[in-house]
């Protein structure tokens, strides 16, 4: 498996930017940043959706000012859909970003992505397959660049499929109706990730049984609505934009998984 090797959960990370920061521009975080959500898009007024407060989040954390923030959409896991490009730019376009996509479909839509990824502020991860995201991506090299646009204080942030990559592994349906194990994501984080832990029955029990028979590490749910941040690989941080949804810590215990639900902020 690419990546970190699983660790305890709460541990940290040097910063690698070596206080170099990104080399073409970009806005650099303090320290590697993501923030891992099962949200972030919200139903429009204007819109079919728009930007949720978890990815305003996302963005403010990348600390832009006296200019547009670069945001990067990345919608590899719905295959490039070009429906949802529109509606990112549209969304995008409300709120002032200056935005960018990058599609891996017919080919890559810039001509050198690390660079063009190393530009931005923030790279914005949208839901689908993320066993086919993940194919995707180390077929064109992308789990690399990722990590080192991680690593340079590039904020990383996504939903479902743009939350599950990060990790080493969580739930899917990506190989149908029946929910699965994906346990090989990039492992930028070093733990288990469980996405729309609500709203779909099979999500919690069977990520339980995941954690608790081993096949996952120890990790982290969210709530559809709620959201994950890491400083480096060290949670510090829960949300949500919304007030109900919840984000919890599951480990395994003996042969059993044991949940405790996070202290969760409440975001406007």
């Known amino acids: 498996m690419d990546g970190a090797a699983p660790g305890k959960l709460g541990e940290q990370v040097p910063d690698w930017r070596g206080g170099a920061?990104?080399?073409?521009?970009?806005?650099?975080?303090?320290?590697p940043t993501i923030l891992a959500t099962s949200g972030g898009a919200v139903p429009g007024q204007r819109l079919r959706w728009e930007v949720g407060p978890l990815t305003h989040h996302a963005?403010?954390?990348?600390?832009?000012s006296g200019r547009a923030p670069r945001v990067c959409f990345l919608?590899?896991?719905?295959?490039d859909n070009p429906a949802v490009l529109a509606d990112f730019y549209a969304a995008a376009g409300l709120v002032?970003?200056?935005?960018?996509?990058?599609?891996?479909?017919?080919?890559?839509?810039v001509p050198d992505m690390r660079e063009h990824l190393l530009a931005q502020d923030v790279i914005w991860v949208w839901g689908g397959s993320v066993a086919g995201l993940l194919?995707?991506?180390?077929?064109?090299?992308?789990?690399?660049v990722l990590r080192e646009v991680w690593q340079a204080g590039v904020v990383l942030t996504g939903v479902s499929a743009g939350s599950l990559c990060w990790h080493i592994g969580g739930t899917t349906d990506s190989f149908g109706p029946q929910l699965r194990a994906v346990t090989n994501g990039l492992a930028l984080l070093p733990y288990s990730n469980g996405v729309h832990y609500d709203s779909e029955p099979q999500r919690r029990s069977l990520f339980h049984r995941l954690v608790a028979e081993g096949t996952l590490p120890d990790g982290y749910a969210t709530d559809d609505g709620a959201g994950l941040l890491f400083a480096g690989t060290e949670l510090v941080g829960a949300y949500a934009e919304n007030?109900?949804?919840g984000a919890y810590e599951v480990v395994r215990d003996g042969d059993r998984a044991v949940e405790t639900p996070l202290d969760v902020r409440r975001l406007g």
């Open 21 to 31: 920061g990104p080399t073409v521009g970009g806005m650099p975080a303090e320290q």
């Open 59 to 64: 963005v403010e954390l990348a600390g832009v």
């Open 75 to 79: 919608a590899t896991a719905c295959g």
């Open 96 to 109: 002032g970003w200056a935005p960018s996509h990058l599609a891996l479909f017919p080919m890559p839509s």
């Open 135 to 144: 194919t995707m991506w180390r077929l064109h090299g992308l789990d690399e």
């Open 243 to 245: 007030g109900t949804a």
